[in-house]
Structures are given as C-alpha cells and as structure tokens.
C-alpha cells in the first residue's frame, strides 16, 4: 500500500469532525483510514438506506409473528402498555449504536466499534466475543427467519385448503426454496439492492395502512372487538408464572425482536454514500418510525383480538392471520392481505441475512474464520461478497435439516441466537461506557453530544436487563421440551470461543482493521 494514502488520512478525520458531506474518494480514505481497502462499490443513497432498514425492521410481519409473546402470555394490556414501555427504552439502544455507526462506517459494525471502544488489554477478547456472537446471530437467527417465513406460506395454504397438514420434509423443501430464492437475491449488487428495498417497503407500507384502517371497520361490523378499557388493563395470563409483573415483563420480548436487525445499515456501510451521516440516520428514522407505528397497530391488534383462545389455537399458527380471518372471515380480502403479509415478511428475510453475509465478508477479511481469504472475497462482477452468501445460505440449509429430527432441538439453537445477538449489541456500548476518555474515539456528523454519556448507561442498563429475558423459560420447573436453552447455548458457544481464544487466537488474532493493511 502507497504511503501517500496513509499521509492523506488526517483530512478524513477532520470531515468527520466537522460532519461535511464527503465524496466518494474521501469517504474510501476514511475506510482506509480505518484499516481496510474499498472493495465494494457504493449504491445506497439515504432513501434507499432507510428503505433497506425499513424493510429489515418488517413491522407488519415482525409484529404478526412475534404477537405471540405478548397476545399469549398476558393477553391484551401489554400489546398497549408493554409496547411503550419497551420501544421507548430500546432506542436509547438504537441512539448509542447510531453514533457509533457515523463515527466508524465499516461493514464489521458491531465487533469493530468494541475493538475501538475497549480498554487497550481488552480490545482483542471483547472484539473476540462480540464477533462470534455476531456470527452465531447472523447464521441462527437468519435461519429463524427462513422457517418463520415457511410456516407462514404454510398458513397461506392452509387459508386456501383447510385440510392440509405439512409434513416436515414439506416444511423444510419450503424452508430451502426461500433460502436458495434469497441466496440469488443477495448476491445482486448494492444499487439493485437497494430499489428491491423500496419494493418491499412500499408493498408493506401500503398493506399496513390498509390493515389499520381495514381491520376495526371489520371488526366492528362483525361484533368481535374489545372495549377500550380492556385493551389497556385486560389480563390474561396463559403461562404458570403467578406473578403477572414478571409476565409482563417477559412481553418486552416482543419489540425486543421487532426493533432489531437495525443494524444492518451499519453491514452495508461500505455500500452506501455518505456513510457517516446516511447510516445513522436511516437507523434511527427507521426505528423511531417502527417504534411509533408499531404501538398503533398494536392498539389496532389488540381492539381486534375478541377471543384470544381462538387465536392462539387456529389452525393458521400465525396469531396475525387468526386475527384477520376472526375480524374478516376466510374471504377473498383476508387472503390477499396475508399474501402480502408473506411478500413482506420475504423482505425481512432478505434484508436481514445480506446483513449476515457483510458480517461473514467483514470478520473474514480480519482473518478470523477459517477460509478467510475466500470467504471475503468480492465478486468483480456485482462488487458483493459472493462467497460469503453462499457459505452463509449453506449454513442455512443446513442447520435447516435439523427440524427433520426435531423442532425442539432447532427452536433451541434459535434461542441461544437471540442472547448472542443481545451480547453484541451490548458489547461496543458497554466497552465505549467503561473506556469513556477512549482517545482513538472520534465522533462522526451524527453525535448526541452531552446526552451521549447518559443515553449510553440508559442503553446499557436496558441491555443487561433484556439478557434474562430471552434467557426465561416460559413456564416454572419446566421439562425439556419447554426449557428455554439460550443460556446453555450461550455457555456452550462460550466454552469454545473463549479456550479457542486463550490457547490459539491471541497468537494472531490482532483485531479487526490491522489485517488488510499489514498484509
């Protein structure tokens, strides 16, 4: 590498100081500046970033498929009242990791901001731990939203012929189609990706308003809606727990999970124009915009949810489309909003694993993954990393196989990829709180200013408390088929990252941004 590029470095840190739109030559000086090479070519825009986002964030879909958690464990009130609560907490999350993201727009996001936000001797372990949970949630947790994604065409066709029963190798042919229809997807490049994006938004955004709008009318016609009152104080507690303060704090999972793959945007940095003011920007627009919508369309749910029992326990499996068919009947108009539903929901999907293939792209690049140099190269064609969607899309179909045996093993190694997921969006907010007076820290374009320190331990302390709820299980002294296995996961991935990196990683694991340039 010339020396002249590392002599023109210190003007990209003062663009970032002073928050100047830059061009694309000096936004790839920053990246440089940062330790890596640009590799890919920059197609998103602030639209088409905040679309991608949006898309990600799939409220219509998230929310139907998560209203489990809170419709089935307590019933109405905390549709309301626990929606708020949280959603207001979770963007002090979502601030802190905003600023991150505009001071250092790399594709490694959240492993990357903990490396330069840890203690010196810390640096390389907490980047170690972050990155694998990064991975672990990447791989898992996008292999949750493939089967997601086939219960509910399972639940289209179940709408359509009411006598049909899947087995499981249909559920899983379903499951591998969506993976290898979204494999195709991801590996188009970013500028494509982008307009896809504002498809999908578009399509969800009007299908959304049209549920709003659509869903009291029908309800209201039909006699199946609730009172105001019982929407904001109705209890209905359907687990064993006695305490309801706990199960209603265990219906947090819900915005928990809807608010989250934000930062995706961050992924796809090196993607995008303007990264340090687009992808904070598009972070926090988006999820504000989730946080706000999503509380109305659960005060719209939560007037429609008249029987609950017969929700929860509809042939569909999919609590949104139960409550569509309660408000709607099985006609014409039911069914084509939950085909939307299901187009929606594929963009979820695609959005948020070709975040998990910049995740693979971004640690092996840093060298630590085995078959790192392929594994991070780009395609010259499309300028995406090829290889890495593939790896990723084989690890899909592969831990896919695992339902053939048992649907409770895999919901297990789904749940062990929330808590991870949870760790790494803790780590790089914990470690810029414990390592406050960091000098390498240099604020980008998008700061918070004075309320940064108080936003953070906020955004941390909500952190450790949401660890023990993806952690509970759902129902005292349970039994192996209802014990919640994310924290024996977590331990498990635990006792392998960490011996792994004791006894060999610190040898040559030098954190992200020093491997490219030193080779």
């Given at each position: 590498?010339?020396?002249?590029?590392?002599?023109?470095?210190?003007?990209?840190?003062?663009?970032?100081?002073?928050?100047?739109?830059?061009?694309?030559d000096?936004?790839?000086?920053?990246?440089?500046?940062?330790?890596?090479?640009q590799?890919?070519?920059?197609?998103?825009?602030?639209?088409?970033?905040?679309?991608?986002?949006?898309?990600?964030?799939?409220?219509?879909?998230?929310?139907?498929?998560?209203?489990?958690?809170?419709?089935?464990?307590?019933?109405?009130?905390?549709?309301?009242?626990?929606?708020?609560?949280?959603?207001?907490?979770?963007?002090?999350?979502?601030?802190s990791?905003?600023?991150?993201?505009?001071?250092?727009?790399?594709?490694?996001?959240?492993?990357?901001?903990?490396?330069?936000?840890?203690?010196?001797?810390?640096?390389?372990?907490?980047?170690?731990v972050?990155?694998?949970?990064?991975?672990m949630?990447?791989?898992?947790?996008?292999?949750?939203?493939?089967?997601?994604?086939?219960?509910?065409?399972?639940?289209?066709?179940?709408?359509f012929?009411?006598d049909?029963?899947?087995?499981?190798?249909?559920?899983?042919?379903?499951?591998?189609?969506?993976?290898?229809?979204?494999?195709?997807?991801m590996?188009?490049?970013?500028?494509?990706?982008?307009?896809?994006?504002?498809?999908?938004?578009?399509?969800g955004?009007?299908?959304?308003?049209?549920?709003?709008?659509?869903?009291?009318?029908?309800?209201?016609?039909?006699?199946?809606?609730?009172?105001?009152?019982?929407?904001?104080?109705?209890?209905?507690?359907?687990?064993?727990?006695s305490?309801?303060?706990?199960?209603?704090?265990?219906?947090?999972?819900?915005?928990?999970?809807?608010?989250?793959?934000?930062?995706?945007?961050?992924?796809?940095?090196?993607?995008?124009?303007?990264?340090?003011?687009?992808?904070?920007?598009?972070?926090?627009?988006?999820?504000?915009?989730?946080?706000?919508?999503?509380?109305?369309?659960?005060?719209?749910?939560?007037?429609?949810?008249?029987?609950?029992?017969?929700?929860?326990?509809?042939?569909l499996?999919?609590?949104?489309?139960?409550?569509?068919v309660?408000?709607?009947?099985?006609?014409?108009?039911?069914k084509?909003?939950?085909?939307?539903?299901?187009?929606?929901?594929?963009?979820?999907?695609?959005?948020n694993?070709?975040?998990?293939?910049?995740?693979?792209?971004?640690?092996?690049r840093?060298?630590?993954?085995?078959?790192?140099?392929?594994?991070?190269?780009?395609?010259?064609?499309?300028?995406?990393?090829?290889?890495?969607?593939?790896?990723?899309?084989?690890?899909?179909a592969?831990?896919?196989?695992?339902?053939?045996?048992?649907?409770?093993?895999?919901?297990a190694?789904?749940?062990g990829?929330?808590l991870?997921?949870?760790?790494?969006?803790?780590?790089?907010?914990?470690?810029?709180?414990?390592?406050?007076?960091?000098?390498?820290?240099?604020?980008g374009?998008?700061?918070?200013?004075?309320?940064?320190?108080?936003?953070?331990?906020?955004?941390?302390?909500?952190?450790?408390?949401?660890?023990?709820?993806?952690s509970?299980?759902?129902?005292?002294?349970?039994?192996?088929?209802?014990?919640?296995?994310?924290?024996?996961?977590?331990?498990?991935?635990?006792?392998i990252?960490?011996?792994?990196?004791?006894?060999?990683?610190?040898?040559w694991?030098?954190?992200?941004?020093e491997?490219?340039?030193?080779?």
């Amino acid at each position: 590498m010339s020396s002249n590029k590392i002599e023109r470095t210190p003007s990209v840190a003062i663009s970032a100081i002073e928050g100047k739109v830059v061009d694309s030559d000096t936004e790839n000086e920053k990246l440089y500046y940062m330790g890596y090479d640009q590799h890919m070519k920059r197609g998103f825009n602030f639209w088409s970033m905040t679309a991608f986002c949006l898309t990600g964030l799939g409220l219509l879909p998230s929310l139907g498929g998560t209203i489990w958690f809170s419709l089935g464990y307590l019933g109405l009130m905390p549709m309301t009242w626990g929606w708020l609560v949280a959603s207001f907490l979770i963007m002090f999350q979502v601030l802190s990791l905003a600023e991150m993201s505009s001071a250092m727009p790399t594709a490694g996001g959240l492993y990357y901001w903990t490396f330069k936000n840890a203690p010196p001797k810390a640096k390389r372990l907490a980047s170690w731990v972050t990155a694998w949970c990064q991975v672990m949630a990447a791989s898992l947790g996008g292999a949750s939203f493939f089967m997601t994604q086939a219960d509910m065409i399972q639940a289209l066709v179940v709408m359509f012929n009411p006598d049909f029963g899947p087995t499981v190798w249909q559920t899983y042919l379903i499951y591998l189609a969506c993976v290898i229809v979204c494999a195709i997807i991801m590996v188009l490049p970013s500028k494509i990706l982008g307009k896809i994006s504002n498809v999908f938004v578009w399509l969800g955004t009007i299908v959304f308003f049209i549920l709003l709008i659509a869903l009291p009318i029908y309800s209201k016609k039909s006699g199946n809606y609730n009172s105001a009152k019982d929407m904001f104080t109705a209890r209905y507690n359907q687990t064993n727990w006695s305490d309801q303060g706990l199960v209603f704090l265990l219906t947090f999972l819900v915005p928990c999970w809807c608010i989250s793959g934000y930062d995706s945007t961050a992924h796809l940095a090196e993607e995008t124009h303007n990264a340090s003011s687009v992808v904070p920007r598009a972070m926090v627009i988006s999820c504000g915009a989730v946080a706000i919508l999503g509380y109305i369309f659960n005060v719209v749910l939560a007037y429609a949810s008249s029987d609950i029992d017969a929700i929860l326990g509809s042939p569909l499996g999919q609590p949104l489309g139960a409550i569509l068919v309660l408000a709607m009947g099985n006609g014409a108009f039911a069914k084509f909003l939950w085909i939307c539903t299901v187009l929606s929901n594929f963009g979820v999907v695609f959005v948020n694993n070709t975040a998990g293939t910049r995740v693979y792209f971004a640690y092996a690049r840093d060298g630590a993954l085995p078959f790192a140099n392929w594994l991070s190269h780009v395609n010259t064609v499309t300028n995406t990393p090829l290889n890495a969607t593939l790896a990723l899309s084989t690890v899909f179909a592969l831990v896919g196989l695992i339902s053939l045996g048992s649907s409770h093993a895999l919901h297990a190694f789904f749940s062990g990829s929330s808590l991870a997921g949870a760790t790494a969006y803790l780590m790089p907010i914990l470690m810029r709180c414990i390592y406050e007076d960091n000098p390498q820290y240099i604020p980008g374009p998008f700061s918070l200013g004075r309320w940064s320190k108080p936003i953070r331990w906020v955004a941390v302390a909500w952190g450790v408390f949401t660890l023990p709820l993806f952690s509970f299980p759902t129902t005292p002294n349970p039994s192996v088929n209802d014990f919640n296995w994310s924290v024996g996961f977590y331990l498990g991935l635990l006792c392998i990252i960490l011996p792994w990196y004791f006894l060999s990683a610190r040898k040559w694991f030098n954190g992200p941004g020093e491997r490219e340039h030193a080779a």
